[in-house]
């Protein structure tokens, strides 16, 4: 297994639930894992591409999922399996709330008060590209 933030050829590059088979596959060149596991947008995603296994964890502080919850991946034995735990929001809210972090305000309005889904996430960042 390969792990990496984004893509094995950039930190910052992005892969959505758009980004085509074709586009990943150009990306995976070179790899000579089984696996690749990211992150970098926030989005569960599991797909083969060729013979290599993509897998985005999702995350933890931030999904866009549509729902509070973590969002992320348990690897045993070369096996991945996407997993999801609730949060509660006012529990969350409550610790945003006495957060010293000078972004928590806003994080808490626009990540845990309200929820980003994947296809609002997805066009966002598609149209950002």
Request: proline share 4%; net charge negative; charged share 30%.
């Amino acid at each position: 297994m390969l792990y990496t933030h984004a893509t094995p050829r950039s930190d910052e590059e992005i892969v959505t639930p758009a980004t085509s088979d074709e586009e990943i596959a150009e990306i995976l060149v070179g790899v000579e894992q089984g696996a690749v596991i990211v992150g970098h947008t926030h989005m569960q995603q599991d797909r083969r591409i060729g013979s290599v296994r993509w897998v985005n964890a999702g995350s933890v502080g931030m999904p866009y999922e549509g729902e509070l919850a973590a969002f992320w991946a348990l690897v045993d034995d070369g096996e991945v399996e996407l997993r999801k735990t609730p949060l509660e929001v006012d529990d969350v809210a409550d610790a945003f709330r006495r957060s010293e972090w000078p972004r928590a305000d806003e994080l808490l309005r626009e990540n845990v008060l309200q929820t980003v889904s994947r296809e609002q996430a997805t066009a966002e960042i598609e149209a950002g590209k």
